[in-house]
């Protein structure tokens, strides 16, 4: 739904809540859970205007009540674009389509700034792009932001105290793409910035990244790294962590978790510097051989991965998303509690999870 400028342009006559200011509704509306908004648009003209406004989104991010929401993006072979979905709970668990992003490009970069996502680089036919597309996740609907000062792609990207970060994704063998090979976007300005990196540095390709403890972790073809923006450091990551990473990952209360080589979900405790088995789930799960993608859904743990063949007409295959409820047990040990796991969706056979990420909304 198209966005509309604040709950006052809803006309006099129709007041949101009888015999309470508007304000006051606004404030009781706000903290009713997303998934019960589609009925809250049924209720009248003047409730699906309000939620439908930027003053509605904001007034639940200062309130604390957002919800997390889920989204992905698949690549099939039916389809030249990438296809877009988020995950609706009511009435049923399932992905739903939404307007999928306008310029599709191998290897981009995802990162969540606010109620945003944004969308990095990439390639399309072998040509890097330093373009980027941005899905205002309030509305489902996508923009052009600024783009990177040099392509890039299979970038690192994070977000850090409302910046967000790229590095890599390109050869520094020019000036231009050593002075820039790490930059720094603020939102409030529309302005990338090059961050100073050390050339050893910008002799990697990056394959996994993610934020923790205020610091942006890369893995490497040649070993990760991390950096500091409040110290403007770069150090090596600890080689524990750098022989453990596989694949995509994600954090949740300060434990970066991943997959190993045998299928298996672990977590990495900064605290004891070790790799741990995520117990609890073995039954529930499936051994992740040919990968998974992962996210925090609301201090959750979100698995998503591609399912086994659909035996029909048409050769068609089924996403698989599991919520995990993890935490650590008296002995420091990593446990989790699947909440819910089922089929979410049906895609046309060797479709891909691109990526998934969560966003509060």
Known sequence: MPPSSSPAEVPE??????????????NILARVPRSHHPSLCQ??????SLISSTDF??????????????????RTNASPSFLSFTLQNRPRRRLVPIRPIPSSCIGSAYAV?????????GSHNDVTSSRVWILD?????????????????????????????????????TWARAANWAEALDPRTGTWTAVASPAEVREKWMHAS????????????RGG???????????????????????????????????DYLGKIRGFDWGEGAWKVLKGVEKGLP???????????????????????????????????????????????????????????????????????????
């Open 113 to 121: 700034l606010g109620p945003e996502l944004y969308v990095l680089g």
């Open 210 to 221: 993610a934020v923790v403890d205020g610091k942006l972790y890369a893995m490497a073809d």
């Open 13 to 26: 006559a129709e007041t949101l809540i009888p015999s309470l200011p508007d304000d006051v509704a606004l």
């Open 137 to 173: 996740c309030r509305f489902n609907t996508w923009r052009l932001g600024p783009s990177m000062r040099i392509a890039r792609e299979f970038a690192a990207a994070g977000v850090i105290d409302n910046k967000l970060y790229v590095m890599g994704g390109c050869i520094a063998d």
């Open 225 to 259: 790294f991390a950096y500091d923006p409040w110290k403007e450091e770069w150090v090596p990551a600890e080689s524990e962590l750098d022989n453990g990473w596989r694949g995509r990952a994600c954090v949740v209360d300060g434990i970066l978790y991943c997959y």
């Open 287 to 361: 051994r992740f051989l040919c990968g998974a993608t992962m996210a925090n859904m609301g201090g959750n743990l979100v698995v998503v991965w591609e399912g086994k063949e659909v035996i029909g007409n048409r050769k068609e295959m089924e996403v698989w998303c599991a919520e995990i409820e993890v935490r650590k047990d008296w002995d420091g040990e990593l446990v989790g509690e699947i909440l819910w796991s089922e089929a979410v969706l049906t895609v046309p056979f060797r479709s891909t999870v691109v990526q998934c990420v969560a966003v509060a909304l």
């Open 43 to 48: 209720v009248s003209k003047a409730f699906r």
């Open 57 to 74: 989104f904001t007034t639940r991010r200062l309130l604390g009540s957002t919800d997390p929401s889920l989204y992905l993006t698949i």
